[in-house]
């Protein structure tokens, strides 16, 4: 059984930190991209974060470079994003995601954690 579970959102004051862990169970993780997406109300789910199956060259959205870092453990079967100088905007449910490409595309997706950025 395929599972992704999200943790470590929370309530948190603008410019502070938070470090969002997924752990992945049921499937070979190694071999798959993983990514972390946001949604935020009335907003289309949007990719915030992305690193390949082998963690070389990580990928942000422009809106989150520079604050935030992604890495994953490939030994430990976990991806982590790690968001500092939150702001407000931040406001978020955040999904974690495993994506591979080979003949079909494969999305697997957590069921989310709320990240809150207010004062």
């Known amino acids: 059984q395929v599972q992704l579970v999200e943790s470590g959102g929370g309530l948190v004051q603008p410019g502070g930190s938070l470090r969002l862990s997924c752990a992945a169970s049921g499937f070979a993780f190694s071999i798959y991209a993983m990514r972390w997406y946001r949604q935020a109300p009335g907003r289309e789910r949007e990719l915030v974060a992305a690193i390949p199956s082998t963690g070389g060259s990580t990928n942000y959205a422009d809106s989150i470079k520079g604050r935030f870092t992604i890495s994953r453990d490939n030994a430990k079967k976990a991806v982590y994003l790690q968001m500092n100088s939150l702001k407000p905007e931040d406001t978020a449910v955040y999904y974690c995601?495993?994506?591979?490409?080979?003949?079909?595309?494969?999305?697997?997706w957590g069921q989310g954690t709320q990240v809150t950025v207010s004062s």
């Open positions: 995601n495993a994506h591979r490409v080979t003949i079909s595309q494969v999305d697997y």
